[in-house]
Nanobody, 125 residues
């Protein structure tokens, strides 16, 4: 088990911004691809963004249209999701996830086997 703790969620008006953070406690973080997912009420969990283990590449859901940015700080064992121009349809629980394997890319389809508890993001219209 790899402890992952998300923070930064909350209530924001449409058009606003939030920055989610994920703190990882495991020693393998700096060699692991990371991702963000979200799950809205009544919907399946979906991939939002992924980042290569060394931050060399990032991947995003096509539906975001460039509004979100994933980043990481391996020295601090942190991964972030900057969310701009938020819309009511972005309302969901957002989860941080870590690749089961080392030295992965974080692209969609990555075996993200370790998960945080999630943080709620609510966007009001």
């Amino acid at each position: 088990q790899v402890p992952l703790v998300e923070s930064g969620g909350g209530l924001v008006q449409a058009g606003g911004s939030l920055r989610l953070s994920c703190a990882a406690s495991g020693g393998s973080f700096s060699m692991s691809a990371m991702g963000w997912f979200r799950q809205a009420p009544g919907k399946e969990r979906e991939f939002v963004a992924g980042i290569h283990w060394n931050a060399g590449s990032t991947y995003y859901s096509d539906s975001l249209n460039g509004r979100f940015t994933i980043s990481r700080d391996n020295a601090k064992n942190m991964v972030y999701l900057q969310m701009n121009s938020l819309k009511p349809e972005d309302t969901a629980v957002y989860y941080c996830a870590q690749d089961r394997r080392l030295l992965g890319s974080g692209r969609p389809g990555t075996d993200f086997g370790f998960w945080g508890q999630g943080t709620q993001v609510t966007v009001s219209s």
